[in-house]
């Protein structure tokens, strides 16, 4: 058939759901862990001879060192192939992976299982991006709520810690076993990051969930920093495979794009049942990453899918030579999971990364559909068994494609199918930035889903017949809020639009964003459906990964203060508070600053080791030398330029001072040692973004080999920023910079990350700034910057009136024109200073940079000659930093969008 719903071409795996409780295959029985009534309810037609066998030999969960052991050398040599002579720490790193696999599948399935008998609401997270980070590292600390034995039976340790143990008993270093495995590369920035402790802390809450993705061959890319430019290639983060994916051959799902729309009863309307004949298909393949919780034997999935071609190999063709086009489909189906966001600069870049989202949200939907056809409920009952929701509008073709499910195949009326689509959806937004917001050209729905673009045109119909109802004789309004945009030369579709039609939630991420995104961008929908619609969920981070493993040091000391030693503090982020007792407490305070000095000598020796050993942090001063940390997406919205004009300017101040005759004794006094931190990837095809990683790489060549100021400042761009780096770079921050020009950053999570591990923060009122200060108080943040009511005067401002730029900026744009960090070309910068002199300063950098500057000579004073306040107030931002677990965050998308209840194993 031509329908990519309508049929699978295997099986689903053979422990997951049965068709009904009296026909489970018996692979799937494995009893322990459930009520004696579900224990009843599939335990039938079971020979007890079979049942008793199977009993007998069931996989059991290594529980003890002993266990792991047996384990782990079982793995190397039949596994891995390997023996005790040529096992290195990669082989040690993939049997430690395969065998803490192992138990967590064993949960895994008693997971599945128990979902199954009591048949809860479920929920799926459909994001484009889970940067999950390292694996084995997370799941030692997740995995285990009782201490056992170590290998000599003198100690109870947890599992990490026993694992280590036996590790170094086997001749390995469990340090060195875990830098091993590369970071799956199966995101970016903020916005895969957050789905990742979604996932994690679904998982930790016991609420039934899966997540979906794509599982990205080559990453978004590898970033490298040649001659200072950001050159992209290929993240080769699955050269050695991946060792906790499970890969499911038996689960390929066929979806299909082009082709035409057939009626067989002529010009029936589109809103009826109509065949879509495709003229291309390509297979979802699964690959499950098994996902565990904190303190329960809860497991829950992340399904990632691969594509590949129906046919991978043309032998007629191949025979008669033509050998580029025998395997000319295997590159084009394998091209839509190849990258993470092509570029989109070009059409077809365009059309890559449509296919990309269709193939995505088609297979997801295949799999949840099936699922709950399994249960044999009505149609009806789909929004009380299954939400749905859309992490940014990526994945917002899911709204359309379960419309064309319901009616096509399904044949329900357009009516009920739309109730059903509409109680099933929810849509978290992320930006307020129009430029920002998916938008595709008409043109391309009509080639590639021409079904859908039907769909779209009867759900926009629909939609402004109930608003002219409403608003009648009101088309300026009509315009403004149709799915359609009517624009020259081409009509686009609104992606956000469509997403908050279709949804019975909508979401902002922070208090400041979801009051932005009411009054600004989606303010005809409030006018429409009423403020009823659009909540707001400040995002989190999940501290298991944020603190216990990025953090271990001031992990143990925080339970240790608070007499924590089971680490619950974890799952219940107010027992922080305590932390408050010892803000002013001397000996704590010295504890504190060893652990802060501790992680600052391990990002210096990150920094030394990607600079060739070139050791580019004084050592000797590091407890007095600021760490001025920004990294995150490079953006001109996030003000990275901002942060490196105050370093030009401090550098410059710094040399005039000398120039003047001040002794380097003198000039430390007023500008006292600092090292300013930078990393993060630019879109490919973002040129202003790439020049400023390239004006940050140049001032760091000048700075750091000017001997004259000895070492007073450094400059430092960390390539490749990744999960595995930050849980370096943000334990060792003092300060790091959130400075987004005000109402244009959603949330952020970054910065929770750099509160929960002793920072302070330098930044604007924006995102979830706004509720951090909320949080830890005024006086623990830096905060500068016009407010967001003030930017639409302001950028008025710039553009029909004459605006006076500070003096200090003056002089950073005329050290830049003049060559002084690009000397072979003057003008290589030309760019970044015109958009602030010539072309309006969008982003208001002029506007605000002499309040920055006056807030980071306050933090110089408090961090050099206040070091008891400045410690005072680390403690005390930690001590209140617990409203900003994702733990939080999941218990309110439970209750107020889902409506989803745990359900705990026994």
């Known amino acids: 058939m031509s329908h990519s719903l309508s049929t699978s071409t295997t099986n689903d795996m053979i422990t997951e759901e049965p068709s009904s409780p009296n026909k489970i295959p018996r692979l799937t029985r494995r009893l322990t862990g459930f009520l004696p009534q579900e224990i009843k309810a599939i335990d039938t037609m079971i020979p007890l001879q079979s049942r008793a066998l199977w009993n007998k030999h069931k996989v059991q969960k290594f529980e003890d060192a002993e266990g792991f052991d047996d384990r782990f050398i079982h793995h190397v040599e039949t596994t891995l192939a390997r023996s005790l002579y040529n096992c290195d720490d990669l082989a040690a790193y993939e049997s430690t992976s395969i065998s803490v696999r192992d138990n967590l599948v064993i949960d895994w399935n008693k997971t599945q299982q128990r979902l199954t008998a009591r048949d809860p609401k479920r929920v799926y997270y459909l994001s484009l991006e889970f940067l999950m980070g390292r694996a084995l590292d997370n799941a030692l600390i997740n995995m285990g709520s009782e201490p056992k034995p170590n290998s000599n039976g003198d100690e109870l340790l947890g599992t990490r810690d026993m694992v280590k143990d036996s590790l170094n008993d086997l001749g390995f270093r469990l340090e060195d076993v875990l830098a091993q495995e590369p970071d799956a590369a199966l995101g970016n920035g903020g916005l895969g990051r957050l789905a990742a402790c979604f996932i994690d802390s679904m998982t930790t809450e016991n609420i039934p969930a899966w997540g979906y993705g794509l599982r990205y061959e080559y990453g978004i890319f590898a970033q490298k920093i040649i001659d200072g430019y950001q050159i992209e290639t290929p993240d080769y983060w699955l050269n050695i495979g991946n060792r906790w994916e499970i890969e499911r051959h038996e689960i390929q799902i066929p979806v299909t794009f082009y082709g035409y729309v057939d009626r ?17 298909r390509v297979l979802a393949v699964a690959y499950d990453f098994p996902v565990p919780g904190y303190k329960t034997t809860t497991v829950n999935n992340l399904r990632l899918w691969k594509a590949k071609p129906t046919t991978e190999f043309d032998f007629a063709k191949f025979n008669t030579g033509d050998y580029k086009n025998s395997v000319d489909q295997q590159q084009r189906a394998e091209s839509i999971t190849a990258c993470l966001y092509p570029n989109d600069n070009f ?154 039609v279709g949804s019975h939630k909508v979401n902002g991420v922070a208090e400041l964003h979801s009051e932005l995104i009411k009054t600004t961008i989606f303010s005809d929908f409030v006018k429409f459906y009423g403020p009823s619609k659009f909540t707001n969920v400040t995002n989190g981070i999940t501290p298991r990964r944020w603190l216990k493993q990025a953090n271990p040091e001031l992990s143990k000391l925080i339970s240790e203060a608070i007499n924590d030693p089971k680490d619950d503090f974890l799952l219940d982020m107010t027992k922080l508070t305590k932390l408050a007792e010892f803000a002013d407490d001397h000996g704590f ?122 070492d007073l400042i450094k400059v430092v761009f960390i390539p490749d920023y990744n999960v595995s780096k930050a849980e370096i770079i943000i334990p060792a921050s003092d300060l790091s910079e959130h400075i987004s020009t005000a109402g244009t950053e959603a949330s952020g999570t970054s910065n929770m990350k750099f509160v929960m591990n002793g920072g302070l923060i330098i930044g604007t009122v924006d995102g979830a700034n706004v509720e951090i200060t909320r949080e830890i108080g005024e006086d623990n943040i830096f905060l500068f910057g016009n407010l967001s009511e003030k930017v639409e005067e302001l950028r008025y401002n710039h553009k029909y009136r004459k605006s006076e730029m500070p003096s200090e900026l003056k002089m950073v744009l005329n ?92």
């Open 815 to 906: 050290a830049i024109e003049s060559g002084l960090f690009s000397p072979e070309n003057p003008n290589e910068f030309k760019p970044l200073w015109d958009s602030i002199k010539h072309h309006g300063d969008y982003y208001l950098v002029s506007d605000d940079f002499a309040s920055y500057l006056a807030t980071q000579e306050l933090v110089d004073q408090v961090f050099h000659y206040e070091k008891s306040e400045w410690i005072k107030k680390c403690i005390l931002s930690v001590a209140n930093v617990g409203f900003f677990s994702s733990d939080r965050c999941i218990e309110e998308y439970a209750e107020t969008i889902w409506n989803v209840e745990p359900v705990k194993p026994e």
């Open 264 to 280: 067989p009863d002529g010009d029936t309307p589109t809103t009826d049942p109509a065949q879509w004949i495709g003229g291309e």
């Open 347 to 500: 059409a077809e870049g365009k059309e890559l990364r449509l296919k990309q989202q269709y193939f995505w949200c088609a297979a997801s939907l295949h799999d949840i559909i099936r699922r709950f056809k399994k249960t044999q409920r009505p149609w009806s009952e789909f929004p009380d068994q299954v939400a749905i929701q859309l992490n940014d509008t990526h994945p917002t073709l899911a709204v359309v494609e379960l419309q064309r499910v319901l009616v096509d195949l399904e044949k329900l009326p357009w009516a009920e199918a739309w109730d059903i689509v509409n109680k099933t959806f929810a849509y978290t937004n992320h930006t307020v930035m129009q430029e920002a917001l998916e938008k595709w050209p008409v043109s391309l729905f009509s080639r590639l889903l021409p079904r859908h673009l039907e769909i779209i045109y009867d759900i926009n119909w629909f939609f402004l017949q109930e608003v002219e109802k409403k608003f009648p004789d009101n088309s300026e309004l009509l315009s403004r809020i149709s799915i359609i945009e009517e624009v020259y030369p081409e009509r686009l579709i609104r992606m956000a639009f469509l997403a908050i």
């Open 589 to 710: 305070q010295q504890r504190w600053n060893k652990v802060k000095e501790d992680n600052k000598i391990k990002l210096a020796d990150l920094i030394k080791n990607l600079n060739n050993g070139e050791d580019i942090i004084d050592r000797e001063h590091i407890n007095n030398t600021l760490f001025d940390i920004q990294v995150k997406r490079i953006h001109e919205y996030k003000r990275q330029q901002m942060n490196i004009f105050g370093v030009i300017y401090r550098y410059l101040a710094i040399k005039n001072l000398l120039e003047q005759g001040a002794s380097i004794e003198e000039v430390e006094k007023k500008f006292p040692r600092k090292v300013s931190i930078f990393g993060g990837k630019s879109a490919p095809g973002y040129y202003m973004a790439k020049l400023i990683i390239k004006l940050i790489n140049s001032v760091a060549d000048v700075v750091n080999s000017d001997v004259a100021i000895a």
